[in-house]
Each structure stands twice: as structure tokens, then as C-alpha cells.
């Protein structure tokens, strides 16, 4: 199996479901956005920090980004799109410049708000591509989301 990042580097290099990967195009016409046959994460609200075991409010604090961020991506490629998010989130409060989180959540947040047409998600995924450009020192990538965000903004 490969890994899901090389150091250093941004989850979704080569790998099914997240952008970047072979695959089919998803819901913003994104290389990799979705899984062929994975049922889209369930509608509503994410779960609160502290929930989907993410930790509770002192987690932020204690829990390892890095860890959080690894675990997130591999929920994310299970289809756990509703249990990587409040990782991804935690990571965030403990680290608000970790790219590769910003990256992933982005996406999530993506794929739900435009498959459930969420004009808050879709607003949200904005806000996480552009944390993600100005954290991000992956000129690929960073062109990717400029894309993502041009997409989400004829949403």
C-alpha cells in the first residue's frame, strides 16, 4: 500500500480519493475528488471537535497534528469523510498552519457542500483552499486549489 504522503509533502499524490490521484473526476470535476462507487459522506453538520473521536477540547492541545492529520486521511479515503473533519479540525486549533490539514478539509468540505448543494460548506471550503495557498509552499497544488476555488465560485 503507499503511503499517503511523502514528508514534507501534501496527502493525495498519486493516491484514489483525493485530488492529484488517478481516478475518476468528482463532484467539481477534480482528478481523484471521490471514489468511483463510495457513497458520498451523510448530510448535516459536521460533528463537533470532541466527537467521532477526535478528542475532547483539550485534545487540540495534546494531540499530535501529525497523527490527526494521518489518521484524517486515511478516513477520508475510507469514505469517513464525517469523522476525518473533526480531526482535521483539532489539528488546526493545535496547528492553524498545517497546510496538509487545510488541504484535506478543504476538499471534504467541498465534495459535501456541492453534493448537497450546503452554500455554508461550499463558503467554508473556500476559506480552507485559501488558508491552505497561503500555508502551502506546492506551487501544483496551490494551482489546484485556485481551480477548486474558481469551480466552487459558480456554485
Known amino acids: 500500500m503507499p503511503s499517503a504522503a511523502a514528508p514534507g509533502g501534501a496527502p493525495g499524490v498519486g493516491m484514489p480519493g483525493m485530488p492529484g490521484a488517478p481516478g475518476a473526476a468528482g463532484a467539481l470535476g477534480a482528478p481523484g475528488m471521490g471514489r468511483p462507487g463510495a457513497a458520498p459522506s451523510a448530510p448535516g453538520v459536521l460533528a463537533p471537535v470532541g466527537l467521532a473521536g477526535a478528542g475532547g477540547p483539550a485534545a487540540a492541545l495534546t494531540a499530535d497534528p501529525?497523527?490527526?492529520?494521518?489518521?484524517?486521511?486515511?478516513?477520508?479515503?475510507?469514505?469517513r469523510d464525517d469523522e476525518a473533519a473533526p480531526k482535521l479540525e483539532t489539528a488546526l486549533k493545535a496547528q492553524p498552519a498545517n497546510a496538509k490539514?487545510?488541504?484535506?478539509?478543504?476538499?471534504?468540505?467541498?465534495?459535501?457542500?456541492?453534493?448537497?448543494?450546503?452554500?455554508?460548506?461550499?463558503?467554508?471550503?473556500?476559506?480552507?483552499?485559501?488558508?491552505?495557498?497561503?500555508?502551502?509552499?506546492?506551487?501544483?497544488?496551490?494551482?489546484?486549489a485556485k481551480r477548486a476555488l474558481a469551480r466552487l465560485a459558480k456554485k
Open 66 to 79: 501529525a497523527k490527526l492529520v494521518k489518521e484524517a486521511y486515511q478516513l477520508k479515503r475510507s469514505g
Open 101 to 144: 490539514a487545510h488541504w484535506i478539509l478543504a476538499w471534504i468540505l467541498a465534495e459535501q457542500g456541492t453534493t448537497y448543494n450546503d452554500a455554508a460548506k461550499v463558503q467554508r471550503a473556500q476559506a480552507e483552499f485559501r488558508a491552505f495557498m497561503k500555508y502551502s509552499k506546492e506551487s501544483k497544488k496551490v494551482a489546484e
